[in-house]
């Protein structure tokens, strides 16, 4: 009998080990100037943070920004070009659950030249950001992935006072706030971030502002990528300009309230860099931003009582200009895409320091965007 019980314990034993290397597969958004077909997927071994290339999962132009709607069944990916309309586009996929292959459902036009940003929430309402265009387009998906055409554009004006990047509006990023019906939209050429909420008027459905302001950044800052901290009333504005993350209090009147603002950067560096992305943990300790031209991961403790953040380390990306990165889905894991060195490189998360430790690279075509699937 006790022969049967080790025998058993070793299976068990086995199996949970065997649950624990099935792999967690992720999209790859490129830019196709160099190479590259479109939309590519690959693999994280979520025992060893392994990553493997699986290959072409679906053919698009430029698709520098994907995302997921609510089961996981629809990819959603801009196409970062201009047309001779001054458009770029929008497209849907249906993923095929085996394989991850992409079909395309439909391609709209996204109601701005280069859009950079899509996102979607569980009503199947889907927002562009459109870089150059300096607008924010609202879409409409049905069930079966089908997008609209663009129901409301809601256009930007104004400039900041860097007049090489902020000459006119530059929309970066359009979220879906979390357990609300408010929208963010993050504007890098005006320095601010514009709120919008859905609304549906006589003449159709519109994007309404409401009666309190813009949440206004620093002069210079330019805004490009939010965090909504996911146990309070704060939003993590990363400013790719300035190089510093804006604290931002949601205040229960509607007002916003920045609180402070934190340098991405380490004391006394003075040579060009640029942030760009920004993630919280799912239990809002740390907070993480992308250094391109420093080019390191600045990990952030967060205050649990106030939301405050305090840079306490850098990791090298082992790569050139860090663009997009994101956590695996059980955080073990952080993923970030280098886009001039073209390569993806995986770290395994402490969980309780919030730190990284570099576990393995391989090469991608520009990888601008990670996406995990669900």
């Known amino acids: 009998m006790l022969s049967i019980s080790l025998l058993l314990n070793s299976f068990l034993l086995r199996a949970g080990n065997d649950k624990k290397t099935e792999p967690q597969y992720f999209f790859v958004g490129t830019y196709t100037n160099n190479g590259s077909e479109g939309i590519y997927i690959y693999s994280l071994d979520s025992a060893t943070g392994k990553l493997s290339n699986l290959g072409l999962a679906g053919k698009s132009d430029n698709p520098s920004f994907l995302a997921l709607n609510s089961n996981g069944k629809i990819l959603l990916a801009v196409n970062e070009v201009k047309n001779e309309q001054s458009m770029g586009y929008i497209e849907s996929f249906n993923i095929n659950p085996e394989n991850h292959h992409l079909t395309v459902v439909n391609k709209v036009l996204s109601g701005g030249a280069h859009p950079c940003y899509v996102s979607v929430n569980q009503e199947g309402y889907v927002l562009a950001a459109n870089y150059s265009g300096g607008n924010v387009a609202l879409f409409r998906m049905d069930g079966s992935g089908r997008l609209s055409n663009f129901i409301d554009i809601q256009q930007h004006f104004g400039h900041g006072i860097n007049t090489a990047r902020q000459g006119e509006p530059h929309v970066h990023s359009a979220y879906f706030e979390p357990s609300s019906h408010r929208i963010f939209v993050s504007d890098l050429g005006t320095d601010s971030v514009s709120v919008y909420s859905i609304k549906d008027e006589g003449n159709g459905t519109k994007l309404g502002k409401g009666a309190i302001p813009a949440v206004k950044i620093r002069p210079g800052s330019g805004p490009r990528h939010l965090a909504f901290h ?82 306490i380390g850098q990791e090298p990306t082992r790569g050139d200009t860090p663009r997009n990165f994101t956590l695996s889905p059980n955080e073990d894991f952080l993923l970030v895409g280098n886009q001039n060195s073209q390569n993806i490189v995986s770290f395994r998360r402490d969980s309780k320091s919030g730190m990284l430790k570099y576990v393995d690279q391989i090469k991608a075509f520009k990888p601008i965007c990670l996406l995990f699937c669900k």
């Open 230 to 311: 996911p146990n309070m009333k704060l939003v993590y504005v990363i400013n790719e300009l300035s190089n510093d993350i804006s604290v931002v209090v949601l205040n229960n009147d509607g007002s916003f309230t920045t609180i402070e603002t934190v340098s991405t950067l380490p004391k006394g560096y003075n040579k060009p860099s640029n942030c760009a992305d920004i993630h919280i943990s799912n239990d809002g300790r740390f907070l993480y931003a992308s250094n391109r031209g420093y080019n390191t991961i600045a990990v952030f403790s967060v205050d649990q009582m106030n939301g405050k953040i305090k840079l």
